[in-house]
């Protein structure tokens, strides 16, 4: 099976009266998704941070490019997609659960909630102590299954910046008492911090994607009998770059990141899946 991974999207409202920005940001956004959404996959996920500010007119017209796409697509919420209105508005326009999991195929998806509820002063991450609870019976229910993990923030100094202040989970939250309990191979896909980073800690592979504005591509993933193949796709359209610095040159509260693309490390692997025998119990 297959699925794909997108990054920060920043899907904004413009400034109309800037020349050209409203086209500008069609154009790079209808452009990019029709990319990332024809790639064949049996899942596509976003990592949050879908929209810009979350507003009503944010969430519909993105989510009717993706509709317009017959796709099964997820998306967990970031900071971003929560500072217009409450979690209960965004979940109404969105349609999808707050946090929750799937199987699929020979392996288990776990979509969480990191993001905080209209805070303009954190916008680091959270996790209460009902969906921590609910993780870790995850965790343990995934027995020596592949478990994908999807969220907006990092865990506390995993992948590239995530030892910074408001770019990780708190690091009060012990994650690692939940996350150490996995038998076998485990990913946990974030994004956030606007870098590519792949960092591996014990079952543990921290995948971090960079925002779509800074760079025009996507994580596919690969799940055969025994291997995770991570692989890296980027869009090489000029005119898709030269749209989205101009998108960003006009955003508020985005600034571009400059190593976004990381290096070639931080973008693709591949991790063997063992077999139940090689596993201490």
């Given amino acids: 099976m297959k699925f794909a991974v997108i990054g920060d999207l920043h899907f904004p409202k413009v400034d109309s009266s800037v020349e050209g920005l409203e086209e500008a940001k069609w154009d790079f956004y209808r452009s990019f998704?029709?990319?990332?959404?024809?790639?064949?996959?049996?899942?596509?996920?976003?990592?949050?941070?879908?929209?810009?500010?979350?507003?009503?007119?944010?969430?519909?017209?993105?989510?009717?490019?993706?509709?317009?796409?017959?796709?099964?697509?997820?998306?967990?919420?970031?900071?971003?997609?929560?500072?217009?209105?409450?979690?209960?508005?965004?979940?109404?326009?969105?349609?999808?659960?707050?946090?929750?999991?799937?199987?699929?195929?020979?392996?288990?998806?776990?979509?969480?909630?990191?993001?905080?509820?209209?805070?303009?002063?954190?916008?680091?991450?959270?996790?209460?102590?009902e969906q921590l609870a609910w993780l870790e019976e995850v965790v343990e229910a995934s027995g020596t299954k592949p478990l994908f993990v999807f969220a907006h923030h990092p865990v506390y100094n995993t992948t590239s910046r995530s030892d910074i202040d408001k770019l990780s989970i708190d690091s009060n939250i012990d994650m690692w008492r939940v996350l150490e309990k996995k038998k076998g191979q485990a990913v946990?896909?974030?994004?956030?911090?606007?870098?590519?980073s792949i960092v591996h800690q014990g079952n543990w592979t921290f995948v971090q994607v960079a925002a779509c504005l800074d760079e025009q591509a996507w994580r596919a993933v690969e799940l055969t009998d025994n291997h995770i193949i991570i692989s890296h796709h980027k869009v090489t359209n000029p005119l898709m770059s030269n749209h989205a610095a101009f998108i960003s040159e006009h955003m508020n509260y985005f600034h571009p990141t400059p190593e976004a693309a990381g290096t070639e490390k931080d973008i693709q692997c591949v991790l063997p899946i063992r077999a139940v025998s090689e596993i201490t119990p």
């Fill in 188 to 196: 946990y896909f974030n994004g956030h911090n606007h870098q590519n």
């Fill in 33 to 129: 998704l029709d990319h990332f959404l024809g790639n064949e996959a049996d899942l596509h996920i976003s990592l949050g941070d879908l929209t810009h500010y979350g507003t009503t007119d944010e969430l519909e017209e993105v989510y009717q490019i993706i509709n317009s796409k017959d796709r099964n697509f997820y998306h967990v919420l970031g900071n971003h997609d929560l500072y217009a209105q409450s979690i209960e508005n965004v979940l109404k326009i969105t349609g999808q659960p707050l946090y929750h999991t799937i199987a699929k195929g020979n392996a288990i998806f776990a979509f969480l909630n990191t993001a905080k509820e209209m805070d303009y002063e954190d916008w680091g991450g959270s996790i209460n102590q």
